[in-house]
């Protein structure tokens, strides 16, 4: 389905004739299986809680519109699986769980963590007298934090293998002590992250007020965007006299990337540090979306207390009337709406990651349907995936001219995302 464009108005005091009732990308918003964005998503794994979320008892959880329900079982090992009894549809959520696996408390119908049928009611054959299994998902836990695969059972890959997992000097640690839940479309908040001009507006400019980011971030940046072979990074340079900042993220596909500490003062030059979090936006459904993450310790450059938090709470957790003065990610993020309509917008050149991203997602979600793997599968289990993610400040008399500049800067910026000084450099 491809949304109808808007045609900009060119009168003032003409709301009257802006156009009304377009319909939203339903190819990008809608996550259900047999969805095109669905089914992009359902070919990586995907976290969908941490493991202190799950207690004695089953936890109901809705992932990329499914019902399911988690639990542990009475040896410790985890299981997904629909949320409907395969007998007569009562609800899981209400099972009992036993040593193997979960039983439902209407009749007795006993599911192993696959799915299988362990027993029926009272030990009674099936009707029909086949053999069934009920729906389940493998699982996979990395840090404390559970992740689903949840398409087709040939398809499924192995598990992350970031080259940031295997740093001598980083201990990976679970995610904070909540998941953030946000009640808006997940593209809006997978967006956002590529949007790094917002900062200098939303978290400086125009709102007067940083909340922990740095002053330095309050500087327009020198912006490029570049494909590679997992998806595609972001590089800004912010300039602040002879120093440099580089800011590097790196976007995976589909709804992943890695982000760098933003409280960088650029105070002193040839130091770079690894990013400090992970983060996953998984879709609950089309219109609400849950954030999970796991954290880089640098244990020569320790995370603070304030960076082991900030940008955490990026939910409807304040008073209207505060969230009116001093907006933050949270308030332009979901007042695009439940699901937001592209064609209402009227895009500029500092959205070129938008568009970019878009495109990406859409070139991706062609390679799923027509029977490829997207980008970012590796199919070697030993197979490391590169990241690039930095802040690195170097020190660059500036050119002589600003176009002079920002040219010098995008190609320096370009080395420094694909070269070695975060192996060489010391951190910051």
């Known amino acids: 389905m491809t949304a109808a464009t808007q045609t900009p108005l060119t009168r003032p005091f003409d709301g009257y004739n802006a156009r009304r009732g377009l319909a939203e990308d339903a190819a990008m918003m809608r996550v259900g299986r047999g969805t095109p964005m669905g089914e992009l998503l359902r070919r990586y794994w995907q976290p969908i809680a941490y493991e202190r979320e799950v207690g004695d008892l089953p936890l109901k959880i809705r992932i990329l519109g499914e019902d399911l329900v988690l639990f542990r079982n009475g040896r410790g090992a985890y299981g997904l699986v629909e949320q409907r009894c395969s007998h007569r549809g009562a609800s899981l ?71 940031l997992f295997h ?16 009640d808006c479309n997940w593209t809006q908040i997978s967006e956002n992250g590529q949007d790094p ?50 800011r590097v993220n790196d976007k995976f596909v589909p ?107 859409r070139e991706n979600m062609r390679a799923v349907a027509d029977g490829r793997d997207p980008a970012g599968i590796v199919r070697d289990p030993n197979a490391q995936i590169r990241t690039r993610s930095q802040n690195t400040v170097l020190r660059i008399p500036a050119a002589a001219t600003p176009e002079e500049d920002a040219a010098m800067l995008k190609r320096i910026g370009r080395e420094v995302a694909d070269g070695d000084l975060l192996h060489t450099l010391p951190p910051v």
Not at 122 to 133: R, Y
Not at 167 to 182: K, M, Y
Not at 216 to 223: A, D, F, L, T, Y
């Open 197 to 246: 001009v917002h900062t200098a507006f939303l978290h400086s400019i125009t709102t007067g007020t940083q909340r922990g980011f740095s002053d330095e971030m309050g500087i327009i940046p020198i912006m490029q965007w570049v494909q590679n072979e997992s998806g595609m990074h972001y590089i800004a340079a912010r300039r602040k006299g002879d120093l440099v900042w580089f």
């Open 255 to 361: 709804n992943s990337g890695l982000i760098p500490a933003d409280d960088e003062r650029a105070t002193k030059a040839d130091v770079s540090q690894r990013p400090f979090t992970m983060t996953w936006v998984v879709p609950i459904d089309d219109e609400n979306s849950k954030r999970l993450y796991v954290l880089f310790n640098d244990r020569r450059n320790p995370l603070r207390d304030g960076q082991r938090q900030r940008g955490f709470a990026q939910a409807n957790d304040r008073p209207y009337e505060e969230r009116q003065r001093r907006p933050g990610d949270y308030e332009m993020m979901a007042s695009q709406g439940r699901v937001t309509v592209h064609a209402y917008e009227n895009l500029t050149s500092t959205d070129y990651g938008i568009i970019a991203l878009r495109e990406l997602l």
């Open 93 to 163: 959520e209400y099972g009992v769980i036993s040593e193997q696996g979960l039983r439902c408390a209407y009749h007795g119908f006993h599911y192993g963590l696959d799915g299988t049928i362990l027993e029926t009611g009272a030990g009674a054959p099936l009707a029909n007298g086949g053999k069934i299994c009920h729906g389940a998902y493998p699982l996979h836990v990395f840090h404390q934090l559970i992740f689903a695969y949840m398409g087709p059972p040939e398809k499924k890959p192995p598990f992350w293998n970031l080259d």
């Open 167 to 182: 740093h001598p000097h980083i201990d990976v640690e679970p995610g904070p002590d909540r998941t953030a839940i946000l």
